[in-house]
């Protein structure tokens, strides 16, 4: 197998930027950028945010104040209930966000940056979660905010064409 430059510069973002969330998640700080090159390009130092690398932005991680046990178990757990959803196994990811909600009462789900590029079967899954966890406020928000996303909308009818016969 050939892996070009342009993706093996791809994987090497990719992998960078999972690190920076398991690096959020823990509440360890960014560690200084490499001065290496890939494929022969150098590259460029990142001066990471934590609030722009975590998965879960809060207040918490902006103010740099080091998370509970309890605040890292719910992220973790709400990190898990992502990947779970991307495999589109909806069951045990709703089980995922369930621990996520019960543990930190003032996780929101839906501040995960591609929470909003999951299926809807993922969305289904956090209302679920959060009605289990007794959170039926957040619950109630996410359905609303979700048929306002996921409305019907019009799709304009496309003109007919009208078929001429062909004389002899």
Known sequence: ?????PAIICLTASTE??????????????PAAPETAVAGLPLQPVVADAAVVSPLPTTAVAEQVPLTATERRARAAAFRGMMLARQRRFEPAEAAFEEAARRDPH???????????????????????????????????????????????????????RVVAARE
Request: hydrophobic share 45%.
């Open 17 to 30: 930027r999972i690190k920076g969330w398991l690096r959020a998640l823990s509440g360890r700080p960014a």
């Open 1 to 5: 197998m050939v892996i070009s430059e």
């Open 107 to 161: 996780l929101d789900l839906t501040a995960i940056p591609t929470f909003w590029q999951l299926e809807r079967g993922a969305h289904e899954a956090a209302i679920h979660a959060y009605d289990a966890a007794g959170r039926q406020r957040d619950a109630q928000e996410l359905t609303a905010r979700m048929r306002n996303v996921f409305r019907p909308r019009l799709v304009a009818e496309r003109p007919t064409r």
